[in-house]
């Protein structure tokens, strides 16, 4: 599965002005709902189950890395929408430090391989240092789109 065919375009938000997990959220889950990728009948629904999701178990995995994510029903395939904090936002990290790239992942409910397909593309990617990097130091929505084009034709390549 590449990136670019599960990203939200209209869900990247590189100036994401967040001051907290459950703000960072929100925000990019209104981006999906603006992009009329996801029913404004949902917006809260997800919000609120992707922070509940945040409260058992933090996504935020080290690196300045978060990838908040949610099966339901409502979806139909998978959708990511990414935000990039360049001040930081508190996800109650592994490693204790400040989250500045968030991938929310929101995958359909009955089709749990779409869901590991996706988790695969995105951890294969934020895995790697040199696309963290660039990814956090990311000013424009077209900087994170080329990036994404880069890093699926080079998965293409393996």
Known sequence: MKLREIVVEQAILPNLNASDRDEAIAQIINAMV???AVSDDHREE???AVIKREKRASTGFGHGVAVPHVKHSAINSPMIGIGVSHEGV????LDNQP???IVLLLSPEDRPENHLDAMEAIFGNLSQEVFRRFLRQAQSVEDVLTLLEEAD???SVR
């Not at 508190?90 to 990290?93: H, K, Y």
């Open 34 to 36: 603006d992009a009329g």
């Open 46 to 48: 997800f919000t609120n």
């Open 90 to 93: 508190d996800f109650n990290a």
């Open 99 to 101: 989250v500045y790239t």
């Open 153 to 155: 034709d080079k998965t």
